[in-house]
């Protein structure tokens, strides 16, 4: 018994997924709730809090409208993973570290683990994704991506998501899992397969909402968080290689220049230019020419 609910600005992509969820599902009951989301232009967390109140269900999946799932009678396996007393949220896509420093759901590339099929790309590509081993059907995480999250209605009422310092569609999957992550077992589904055809976008809003995750509430005190055992030789480079990767988003991104090189600026105290310095200095140089001509 599984409600399904879906920030939506297309009818005819619910319409597919209804359907795509109806022939795969198996004979598991289900319900769709999808809020049109075109007109009202709420953020994401108050859609998803606004509909899993109306949930009929003891179990709840967020998704996104562009899912296609390919797996069939795939229902009985997630409901009998929820069912485990501390199973917290299933996902497709996720890392088993969150580090102390601004970073994003897929924090480390070294440790981030998937199962899913991604789609969209230009040249018609369709690249699965997958790096668990046959014999694992759920992997432990600390983060999940939001394209598509199973969760007990339970545990969402005890960790809703964040509407006061998320009000926009970026962020929410990350402080959602977090938020799990302090109490119950976050995993990676390696029994069903899923296509998602679209891909995230590092926008000047993703950077806002991700610096105000991390600043506006207590994360610091709680960070990091693992699955696994490290030194503290290897948190450090964590640490550090997690900022990084962060800043290499912010500076894809159209966040403002003067805001790039503070953030920068912190990354070089805290790392005492002993890595990656002269790259990121290379980089601001080059946005810093593409400004002054703009």
């Known amino acids: 018994m599984i409600s399904f609910i879906i920030c ?99 924090s480390l590339k070294d440790f981030g683990i998937y199962n899913y099929i ?13 790096n668990l081993t046959t014999n694992i059907d759920y992997e432990p995480c600390i983060t999940l991506d939001g394209m598509c999250m199973f969760v007990r209605n ?9 509407e006061k310092t998320l009000t926009g569609f970026h962020g929410y999957d990350l402080d959602f899992s977090l938020q799990i992550a302090e109490h119950l077992q976050n995993y990676i589904c390696n029994t069903v397969i899923l296509e998602h055809s679209s891909h995230g976008s590092y926008s000047a809003e993703w950077v806002k909402a991700t610096i105000a995750l991390h600043t ?40 403002p220049y003067k805001d790039t090189y503070r953030l920068i600026k912190e990354y070089w105290k805290e790392n005492h230019f002993q890595s990656h310095s002269i790259t990121l200095l290379l980089k601001l140089i080059k946005i810093r020419i593409l400004h002054i001509k703009d």
Not at 154 to 162: E, G, I, L, S, Y
Not at 230 to 245: C, I, K, P, Q, T
């Open 8 to 106: 939506s600005i297309s009818p005819e992509r619910v319409n597919c997924l209804s359907n795509n969820i109806k022939q795969t599902i198996g004979n598991t009951p289900f319900e769709v709730i999808a809020f049109d989301n075109r007109n009202t232009k709420y953020g994401i967390t108050k859609v998803y809090n606004l509909c899993a109140e109306k949930a009929k269900f003891p179990n709840l999946c967020f998704l996104h409208e562009d899912i296609t799932f390919h797996s069939r009678n795939w229902g009985e396996t997630i409901i009998e993973q929820l069912k485990q007393p501390q199973c917290g949220c299933i996902g497709f896509a996720g890392c088993i570290v969150k580090s102390k420093s601004l970073s994003s759901v897929h």
């Open 118 to 130: 991604q789609s969209g790309y230009k040249n018609g590509d369709r690249l699965f994704l997958n």
């Open 154 to 162: 339970d545990v969402w009422k005890q960790h809703r998501f964040d």
């Open 216 to 255: 506006n509430k207590a994360w610091n005190d709680k960070l990091p968080l693992y699955t696994a055992k490290f030194d503290l030789n290897e948190m450090g480079r964590n640490e550090d290689e997690s900022f990084y990767l962060f800043l290499k988003k912010v500076l894809r991104s159209s966040y």
